[in-house]
């Protein structure tokens, strides 16, 4: 790894997200990702993106299915989004979740959630940039969002 590399995860972990969840239904189990990248991209047509990365073995199985969840970890979720992060095990164990009629998945408790179609990915870097169009969607406004920043999960003060 380069100086520029290690200077690139420095400097981009300054910039605080929130975490996300993307997930569907997999031969009738939950598959699902974290995502730091989640960006709201346009109110007409309702649109969404995330980033997922090349060497994703569960982003292709993803995104074969006619609709995906995306669900905004709440700040009491932290344990999720570490279990969605780990690259071996399953994913979902201990985690409550429900599934949409068209496979999308998502998680109980999120502080918000959306259920969506691939409408574009767009091959970028290393990553894929999906950009995801939203049928139906939900927040919990009592519910405080997680946060990323710094390669750590934080909290609002």
């Given at each position: 790894m380069?100086?520029l590399d ?5 400097v981009?972990g300054?910039?605080p997200?929130?975490?996300?969840v993307?997930?569907g239904?997999v031969?009738?189990r939950?598959?699902?990702i974290?995502a730091s990248?989640?960006?709201p991209?346009?109110l007409?047509?309702?649109?969404v ?5 090349h060497?994703?073995?569960?982003w292709?199985?993803l995104?074969?299915l ?6 905004v ?6 344990h999720v989004g570490?279990r969605l992060?780990?690259?071996?095990g ?6 409550g ?9 998502l998680?109980e408790g999120?502080?918000?959630?959306y259920e ?6 767009v091959?970028?870097?290393d990553?894929d940039i ?7 969607l939900?927040?919990a406004?009592d519910v405080?969002?997680?946060v990323?920043?710094?390669s750590?999960?934080r909290r609002?003060g």
């Open positions: 380069t100086a290690l200077n690139l995860r420095r981009y300054a910039y997200t929130g975490v996300a993307v997930a239904l031969g009738g939950p598959a699902g974290a990248s989640f960006v991209v346009s007409d047509p309702p649109l993106s995330v980033c997922v990365a060497t994703s073995t569960t292709p199985l995104r074969e006619p609709r995906i969840g995306i669900s970890l709440g700040a009491h979720q932290e570490r992060g780990a690259r071996t399953d994913r979902f164990a201990g985690v979740w429900r599934a949409r009629p068209g496979g999308g998945v998680v999120a502080s918000a959630w969506c179609t691939i409408e574009q990915q091959r970028s870097g990553h999906v950009v995801f169009r939203v049928h139906d939900d927040a406004p405080p969002p997680l990323f920043h710094a750590a999960f609002l």
